[in-house]
């Protein structure tokens, strides 16, 4: 039992440190025909970090994470994950890893536990173990109480949540989700991600996930947003706000493309949404009159608000990502999430 | 809600690699078993479809065909109505494959790190255990047509029926890889199935078809399986020349009459090629 204690150290320094790369990805592309669905990216994620994909659908995140979980063979690039090549040790590094998709992939005929079971079969754990690890994955998830019941008599959330727990049973060192809360509402959504920031801060766990919902990314250390196959920002979610101004004011006015014009001529920092047009300057407030003067025609509605993530994925892939097609979080989850940080 | 952490920072110690896939083979076998006593219906259902066959066929036949020295219509039948629902289990449970899929388990198994081989052989083997059992169920029935049983005729049954209803899973699994959606499955099912089952002479005596027909009954596997389970419960009946003369339980291969052993050599041989087979196709699967 000394070993284990030991491991918990040695894995929190290195995460503490947070050098430690556990995924890294070199000139990576992936064609299908002519198409070039990942357009040679590179980026590196470190032990113990949340680390999200954002763009919209089809920008290549399923893509990417299926070359990462060496469902998919890259055309070029490089790919290790956990210290092992994907293309050469798919076996090793699928040892590694915990995968939790879009969709699920429970077997809703047997009970929670019948399900954990075969899946620590699947993964090697030695028999010895797996009581233990289903206890405590299951109260990791919240789920101990129902243990054996059958699959089919769980609601979306809780299934989300065990196949969390599922992925987590061989102890991977990456966690990885692909767009996790899709079809959840909003409650289940924020107690899922309650779950994951526990791993990640209790066991160290990092995890990799793909999501179109700018509240989700929010969570993340690090966002790459992707679009069209390239990384087009990688940093924090505050440093990617913080890069595009100080503060976003939203203009509607009688002639939206006239203003941008006006206002990009006399230097503005400008972008067009759905429902107006959206300058970046440093304090908002102060600008307003000097904005209506510059956009030479007739303004009907001001709002100077913070930057929020929204505008980032305005700003460096010139659309809103709700372009992309899916809902997004209701307000009761922006309220969960704002009293979070 | 605060949970101990160091036990998930240990990774799995290695275990070997044969137990490794021993055990996986085991829980794939058993995850068939429980689905099988879970879902009562299809029990029943794979129950009541030999029976009717049974009674319909029996019966109708009987009266048509009429008795020969005491052995009718009944009890010729009787084996072969046996053997069909083994068959028909057997492919039905390899159709969880094509279900599993649809539901996404498919895809938990197949980017496990093991060895899809042991997937399949796991698959197949829990297939086949279904069918035996249910194969084996209609042995009650017997009393009802006639026929008689010892314990020599069942264990041999049972027997035969493990290598049928292992060649007949395999195939079935191998078919289900290829699959991607539920409906192509049952389509090629159909196509198979019946003409499998009809060319086989589970349910009427071969001798007298047409060339043809003879050839396509010499290609089925099913042939070689459904003669010795004949022969089999027909050796525990009360059979004068004239009734075996009528009532024949034997396959002739160009012009001669094969042994039981040659039967299920045969038989043996097909289960092999299925199994490999089926090894392949879910090797190749995504």
């Given amino acids: 039992m000394a070993a284990l204690g030991q491991a918990a150290t040695t894995v929190a320094t290195a995460s503490r440190a947070g050098r430690v790369a556990v995924i890294e990805v070199r000139d990576l592309v992936k064609r299908f025909g002519d198409f070039a669905a990942v357009d040679d990216i590179d980026f590196t994620v470190e032990e113990g970090e949340v ?23 890259p055309t070029s690039g490089r790919i290790s994950v956990a210290g092992h090549d994907v293309v050469t040790e798919p076996r090793e590094v699928r040892r590694r890893i915990g ?89 289940t959504r924020a107690l899922m991600w309650e779950d994951v920031l526990r791993l990640r801060d209790e066991a160290g766990i990092t995890v990799f996930l793909t999501t179109h919902y700018m509240d989700e990314a929010e969570y993340a250390d ?48 400008v972008e067009s949404g759905a429902d107006g047009i959206e300058v970046f300057v440093e304090n908002g407030e102060d600008q307003v009159p000097a904005l209506i003067e510059a956009a030479g025609v007739p303004v009907n509605h001001v709002h100077v608000h913070r930057p929020t993530l929204d505008d980032v994925f305005l700003h460096y892939t010139g659309r809103e990502i709700r372009e992309g097609g899916g809902d997004r979080p209701s307000a009761m989850m922006r309220a969960r999430m704002g009293g979070r940080r | ?138 042995l009650v029935l017997a009393p009802l047509v006639g026929v008689h ?21 395999a195939f079935g699994v191998f078919v289900a890889s290829r699959i991607e959606k539920m409906e192509s499955f049952q389509v090629v099912m159909q196509l198979v199935l019946f003409p499998m089952l009809f060319l086989s002479g589970a349910l009427f005596p071969l001798n007298g078809l047409p060339g043809w027909l003879n050839v396509l009954t010499h290609l089925n596997p099913l042939t070689y399986a459904v003669a010795p389970l004949r022969q089999v419960v027909f050796s525990a009946q009360d059979m004068p020349a004239a009734a075996r003369a009528r009532f024949p339980s034997q396959v002739e291969l160009f012009g001669h009459v094969l042994p039981i052993g040659a039967d299920l050599a045969i038989v043996a041989a097909f289960a092999v090629l299925f199994v490999a087979l089926a090894i392949r196709g879910l090797s190749r699967t995504r």
């Avoid at chain 1, 680390?51 to 063979?73: D, E, H, Q, R």
């Avoid at chain 1, 054996?148 to 727990?165: H, K, N, P, Q, T």
């Avoid at chain 2, 049983?149 to 060649?167: C, F, N, P, R, S």
């Fill in chain 2, 1 to 138: 809600m605060s949970v101990d952490a160091t036990p998930m920072l240990r990774p799995p110690a290695a275990e070997s690699d044969l137990v490794g896939e021993l055990r996986t083979i085991r829980m794939v076998w058993e995850r068939e078993l429980i689905r099988f006593v879970r879902t009562r219906t299809r029990i029943l259902t794979g129950f009541i479809q030999p029976i009717l066959f049974l009674l319909v066929l029996g019966y109708g036949m009987s009266g048509l065909v009429g008795e020969t020295a005491g052995f009718d219509f009944k009890k010729f039948v009787f084996p072969g109505i046996v053997a069909m629902s083994v068959v028909t289990t057997a492919i039905f449970s390899a159709i969880s494959i094509v279900w599993d899929r649809e539901f996404g388990f498919l895809r938990e198994m197949l980017v496990a790190p093991t060895s899809r081989a042991s997937i399949a052989i796991g698959k197949t083997a829990g297939g086949a255990t279904v069918a035996v059992l249910q194969g084996t169920l209609m």
């Fill in chain 2, 149 to 169: 049983l010892t314990v020599g005729v069942v264990l041999g049954v049972i027997g035969i029926e493990l290598l049928m209803a292992t060649a007949l899973t």
């Fill in chain 1, 99 to 187: 995968l939790v998709f879009q969709e699920s992939t429970l077997d809703d005929q047997l009970t929670a536990e019948e399900n954990l079971r075969f899946h620590a079969v699947l993964y090697r754990v030695p028999s010895e173990e797996v009581e233990a690890r289903i206890d405590r994955v299951l109260a990791l998830v919240d789920l101990g109480d129902r243990r054996g019941d059958l699959v089919s008599e769980f609601s979306g959330g809780m299934a989300r949540r065990l196949e969390i727990a599922r992925a987590l049973l061989h102890v991977p060192r990456v966690l990885f989700l692909d767009e996790p809360t899709v079809g959840l509402d909003p409650q």
């Fill in chain 1, 222 to 269: 690090r966002i790459a947003i992707i679009d069209h196959g390239r990384i087009v920002a990688l940093d924090s979610p505050a440093a990617l706000k913080g890069a595009i101004g100080a503060d976003a004011v939203d203009l509607r006015t009688t002639d939206d493309g006239a203003a941008a014009a006006a206002l990009r001529a006399d230097g503005y920092k």
């Fill in chain 1, 51 to 73: 680390f999200a994909f954002l763009g919209p659908n089809g920008a290549g995140k399923s893509t990417t994470i299926s070359m990462l979980c060496t469902l998919v063979a």
